[in-house]
């Protein structure tokens, strides 16, 4: 594996730590965009540049900043007195240690089976596309709607009720 | 270590992260964290395989991680408003003092 690769993935990891870890909430939405990026130049390194700069766009663009929007609106970022970890965090953490031996197991085992193509896939964005609205009609007509429908749910959900107007 | 097994190493790695950060996180918005992390982490697993496995040309799954994208930034929308809402409610955000499910 490549210098680059081990760099990218220690950036993301560091980031993913660094998000779940960090005592102050504001610090941990500016940890999650270090790992977003960290995991949209691994994209890049997979030659998945469309995907890499969908990840750049959506998430270190609109989903990190939607973070810190809830994080200063619920005044979240006030450091609770009684630790930023809930009661039963061993127990959580030997359930996410458990599935990470699980996983790990599960891909050390089947590396003699995994495929490794050689050849570099050279996908473009025309070809992108073009599957979208070919093959693939049918699951973005549906993600639209989804989207729509999720648009319209969260300012539903999030819209002040004003008193007595029920 | 083949280049593909490096990637779902790494990928099962930042999954395991967010599952941790989901469950032991007394903050509501950090719990969404933690599932935004393991949402990437099973992108990163689905172009892995698209890269190394046999006929990319298809794009089945590069198609399937950018609806991933898509679905993971409506879940976003919609949970972070939820998360507003309670707040507004409840006044915390802290999940181990929402103990009831009635208002």
């Given at each position: 594996?490549?210098?680059?690769?081990?760099?990218?993935?220690?950036?993301?990891?560091?980031?993913?730590?660094?998000?779940?870890?960090?005592?102050?909430?504001?610090?941990?939405?500016?940890?999650?965009?270090?790992?977003?990026?960290?995991?949209?130049?691994?994209?890049?390194?997979?030659?998945?540049?469309?995907?890499?700069?969908?990840?750049?766009?959506?998430?270190?663009?609109?989903?990190?900043?939607?973070?810190?929007?809830?994080?200063?609106?619920?005044?979240?970022?006030?450091?609770?007195?009684?630790?930023?970890?809930?009661?039963?965090?061993?127990?959580?953490?030997?359930?996410?240690?458990?599935?990470?031996?699980?996983?790990?197991?599960?891909?050390?085992?089947?590396?003699?089976?995994?495929?490794?193509?050689?050849?570099?896939?050279?996908?473009?964005?025309?070809?992108?596309?073009?599957?979208?609205?070919?093959?693939?009609?049918?699951?973005?007509?549906?993600?639209?709607?989804?989207?729509?429908?999720?648009?319209?749910?969260?300012?539903?959900?999030?819209?002040?009720?004003?008193?007595?107007?029920? | 270590?083949?280049?593909?097994?490096?990637?779902?190493?790494?990928?099962?790695?930042?999954?395991?992260?967010?599952?941790?950060?989901?469950?032991?996180?007394?903050?509501?918005?950090?719990?969404?964290?933690?599932?935004?992390?393991?949402?990437?982490?099973?992108?990163?697993?689905?172009?892995?395989?698209?890269?190394?496995?046999?006929?990319?040309?298809?794009?089945?799954g590069m198609m399937f991680a950018i609806f991933s994208i898509a679905v993971a930034a409506a879940e976003a929308a919609v949970g972070l408003g939820l998360v507003i809402q309670i707040h507004r409610h409840a006044k915390t955000t802290d999940l181990?003092?929402?103990?009831?499910?009635?208002?």
């Amino acid at each position: 594996m490549s210098f680059v690769f081990y760099m990218l993935a220690a950036l993301s990891v560091t980031g993913a730590l660094a998000a779940v870890l960090l005592k102050n909430t504001v610090h941990c939405a500016l940890a999650l965009t270090v790992a977003f990026a960290g995991l949209a130049l691994l994209f890049l390194d997979l030659d998945a540049q469309f995907a890499g700069f969908a990840q750049i766009l959506v998430y270190i663009g609109a989903v990190a900043i939607l973070v810190v929007f809830a994080i200063l609106l619920t005044k979240g970022s006030e450091t609770p007195k009684d630790g930023v970890f809930s009661r039963t965090w061993l127990v959580g953490l030997v359930i996410a240690a458990g599935v990470f031996a699980v996983l790990g197991w599960a891909v050390i085992g089947s590396i003699r089976v995994l495929p490794q193509e050689k050849a570099v896939p050279t996908v473009t964005v025309l070809q992108i596309g073009n599957a979208l609205v070919g093959r693939y009609v049918l699951p973005l007509e549906i993600v639209a709607v989804l989207l729509t429908a999720a648009m319209v749910g969260a300012v539903i959900v999030a819209m002040h009720e004003k008193e007595g107007e029920k | 270590m083949t280049p593909l097994a490096s990637y779902l190493l790494v990928a099962a790695l930042l999954f395991a992260i967010g599952l941790a950060g989901a469950l032991t996180r007394r903050n509501a918005i950090l719990v969404l964290i933690g599932i935004e992390l393991m949402l990437n982490a099973a992108n990163l697993n689905l172009i892995a395989f698209w890269r190394y496995g046999p006929h990319p040309e298809l794009l089945t799954g590069m198609m399937f991680a950018i609806f991933s994208i898509a679905v993971a930034a409506a879940e976003a929308a919609v949970g972070l408003g939820l998360v507003i809402q309670i707040h507004r409610h409840a006044k915390t955000t802290d999940l181990d003092a929402m103990n009831r499910m009635k208002g």
